[in-house]
């Protein structure tokens, strides 16, 4: 069993850049793709960004292609979402999820967050 948590999340100006971060705990993260995804008010959850386990593939939404950059500390049990040139758009409740295997853009993971809020005013 893994469990995820985010943290990082508020609330920032438009151009602004905020890190989240998503800590696992149970068992180490070694073996297990981990992605983000957001959900927007009113909105279906959508994929943000995946990165395979050694850190070595990652995938981006177009939305946020160049804007944001995952990335992953294997020893702390870590992965990271660094979020820069923050659009109102971006406003959501993250997620991060894992799961064992490939990283996907698609919603097949394993194990979710609570998920972290975060606002871009305009």
């Known amino acids: 069993q893994v469990q995820l948590v985010e943290s990082g999340g508020g609330l920032v100006q438009a151009g602004g850049s905020l890190r989240l971060s998503c800590a696992a705990s149970g068992r180490t993260l070694s073996g297990y793709a981990v992605g983000w995804f957001r959900q927007a008010l009113g909105k279906e959850r959508e994929f943000v960004a995946a990165i395979s386990w050694r850190g070595g593939i990652t995938y981006y939404a177009d939305s946020v292609k160049g804007r944001f950059t995952i990335s992953r500390d294997n020893v702390k049990n870590t992965v990271y979402l660094q979020m820069n040139s923050l659009k109102p758009e971006d406003t959501a409740v993250y997620y991060c999820?894992?799961?064992?295997?490939?990283?996907?853009?698609?919603?097949?993971?394993?194990?979710w967050g609570q998920g972290t809020q975060v606002t871009v005013s305009s």
């Open positions: 999820a894992a799961k064992w295997g490939a990283a996907t853009m698609s919603f097949d993971y394993t194990y």
